[in-house]
């Protein structure tokens, strides 16, 4: 079967990495996959074939090995385009190592870089996140917001992969570069054949409160209700991980289709442009699939910021891209998929 083009998905067996392999292969795109596997399972590989029919091409690399990179591009001169998802990507774990942070974050990105100039690759479109606006002064907030200083070193590692985008960018680099700032993905596939998969205690909102709502965790903690907020709770655009997919989708097709136009460097809010607290979100969860949600109010996350989301405007004008799904179905998916992760269990 005739394909649109040849893609490579760094990170391709993770959360966002394998929701987006499959919107790209259901659009046409053959897709070789890169993971070294720290953070994700291979067997999210059957569940991309049992959605699409196809199995990706599958290299257990880590993107720091030079050597494996060329190897990956030299065996696939195809290859016309980059999404780049892997990365350490735990908050609190990064201010505990921070080393590791930087060396992985930073040197993986810059060894694709140098592998796709040295082979003509169109363009790379990078994962990048709302977490480098901080806490704006202005919502809903537009990529012309300052860049505010990082809070962790993992979000700090966003804000230099964007700059060494940037620089290289400007100082005449051969492909094309999009930076997708994702804010809060959340659910899974309707297929509930992927999804989220943390390893160990999630750090995250949505998989701690449907562990919790399946008996796994005895009860949320929501972190802190005195805020200055209508509700006290933290508020965040939830956006579902096959919307941002196919926001990935859009932003491939805009690199390697020259009629498109795009500048050499862009960069798009990936938002539903909608806030919601953490205590809507519980109720909105316990509303949609029935299930309660014990929780109980403790003190604040250090390094929480208050509220955010986004102004989604140039991705729906330039990109062509929405959010289409509600958050209510978003959230079923994500009990779906915890559903089906218990009865893989039995
Ligand atoms: C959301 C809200 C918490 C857990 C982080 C990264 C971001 C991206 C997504 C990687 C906050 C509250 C959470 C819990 C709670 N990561 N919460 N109880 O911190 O907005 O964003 O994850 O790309 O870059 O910064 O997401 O899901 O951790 O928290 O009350 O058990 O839920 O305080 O208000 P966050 P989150």
Redesign the pocket.
């Known amino acids: 079967m005739a394909t649109k083009g040849t893609i490579l998905v760094t990170g391709g067996t993770g959360y966002i990495g394998s929701h987006t392999t499959v919107e790209l292969i259901q659009a046409g795109y053959k897709v070789v996959s890169l993971d070294n596997l720290s953070n994700s399972s291979i067997n999210v590989l059957e569940g991309i074939e049992a959605i699409t029919g196809i199995r990706p091409t599958f290299y257990e690399v880590d993107c720091n090995d030079e050597q494996a990179i060329e190897a990956v591009f030299a065996k696939h001169p195809d290859i016309q385009g980059v999404i780049h998802f892997a990365a350490s990507?735990a908050?609190g774990e990064s201010v505990q190592k921070p080393l590791l942070y930087y060396r992985n974050n930073l040197l993986s990105l810059i060894v694709l870089l140098e592998a796709m100039q040295r082979h003509g690759t169109k363009g790379i479109v990078f994962s990048s996140?709302c977490?480098v606006y901080g806490q704006p002064e202005i919502l809903p907030v537009t990529e012309d917001a300052p860049i505010q200083v990082a809070l962790s070193p993992y979000?700090n590692t966003k804000q230099i992969n964007e700059e060494i985008l940037r620089d290289a960018v400007y100082a005449g680099a051969s492909y094309k570069v999009i930076r997708l700032r994702?804010f809060?993905p959340i659910g899974a596939h309707p297929s509930a054949l992927i999804g989220e998969l943390p390893l160990g205690a999630p750090?995250?909102?949505?998989p701690?409160l449907t562990q919790t709502a399946a008996g796994i965790r005895q009860e949320?903690?929501?972190?802190?209700d005195d805020y200055n907020t209508p509700d006290g709770?933290?508020i965040?655009d939830y956006i579902s991980v096959v919307d941002l997919a196919k926001a990935h989708v859009l932003a491939v097709e805009r690199i390697l289709d020259e009629a498109k136009g795009s500048e050499a460097l862009e960069t798009f809010n990936i938002g539903t442009g909608r806030g919601v607290s953490?205590l809507e979100l519980i109720r909105t969860f316990e509303a949609a699939t029935g299930v309660k949600v014990p929780y109980k109010i403790v003190g604040r996350?250090e390094g929480?910021i208050v509220q955010v989301w986004a102004n989604p405007e140039r991705a729906n004008k330039v990109l062509g891209w929405q959010a289409q799904e509600s958050l209510a179905d978003t959230l079923r998916s994500a009990w779906a998929w915890q559903v089906r992760l218990g009865e893989r269990e039995k």
């Open positions: 990507k908050v996140s977490t979000g994702y809060n750090q995250n909102l949505i701690y949320l903690s929501v972190f802190g709770s933290c965040r953490v996350r929480d």
